[in-house]
């Protein structure tokens, strides 16, 4: 007689089709059982004293056998939604990046300015290689002689900057002292440190008088401000304050 009795039914962990427990390939999706165990193709485990009754494990692993699963379904629907065009390009070959060319031009102007220099200390005799470092020598010389050269004519022009502001501050002190600064005339003014080395701006000075006439013309010795300004007919010993102060 032939056997009625159920077979027990699970399902495959790829597909999730209906699949008998003690099967070894997957009728649905053709894929292979064999490395799972019965426990793992069971969905609904029925216990009775601690078994089950579909595929006989004592000791369930439901969490761990789902998660499983789980993972290959997973795994399967993105094998079979692969495109076509994507497959063909996971199969081909790796594209292997291009290197970046380089140029070549740097490289042969650069031979064509260091090979010749190369070239000249080789055929130098010890005597010329002597000279050569003298030469050198002597223009690194001339170069900081050139650069103290201009750095003392940069001072100087400063100093003949500040002497000529330093004069014009002198003559407005002098026009300070005046009774008509508008009618001032100057001659000779220059720029003295005299003996004592303090600036003073030293010259001659004439203006009109209370009458409205040019008393003439004075020496005079300003120090850039009202109260350092010395004329000559207003200080006694006029003489020995020039001497001092404005002697070149």
Excluded at 203 to 224: D, P, R
């Amino acid at each position: 007689m032939p056997d009625n009795t159920p077979k027990p039914m699970g399902s495959c962990p790829y597909c999730a089709e209906e699949i008998s427990l003690e099967a070894y390939l997957c009728k649905h999706c053709e894929s292979s059982l064999s490395s799972f165990p019965k426990e793992a193709l069971c969905v609904n485990h029925k216990y009775e004293l601690g078994k089950c009754l579909k595929c006989g494990v004592t000791s369930p692993n439901a969490p761990k056998y789902k998660a499983m699963r789980q993972e290959l379904r997973v795994k399967k629907a993105a094998e079979n939604s692969t495109p076509p065009e994507a497959s063909v390009i996971w199969s081909a070959k790796p594209v292997i990046p291009q290197k970046k060319k380089r140029r070549i031009w740097p490289w042969i102007l650069g031979a064509f300015v260091v090979l010749p220099i190369f070239a000249g200390y080789r055929d130098l005799t010890p005597a010329e290689m002597v000279a050569r470092e003298q030469h050198k020598a002597e223009r690194a010389t001339e170069k900081v002689k050139e650069e103290q050269e201009s750095t003392a004519k940069k001072a100087a022009r400063d100093n003949e900057v500040k002497e000529i502001v330093w004069v014009e501050k002198g003559k407005d002190a002098v026009k300070a002292r005046l009774k008509d600064s508008d009618s001032a005339q100057f001659k000779d003014v220059y720029f003295s440190r005299g003996k004592d080395n303090i600036p003073m701006t030293c010259g001659q000075v004439n203006s009109k008088n209370s009458f409205g006439g040019f008393a003439g013309f004075q020496h005079f010795v300003s120090g850039g401000s009202s109260d350092l300004t010395f004329l000559e007919t207003e200080t006694e010993d006029f003489a020995k304050v020039w001497n001092r102060l404005c002697t070149k």
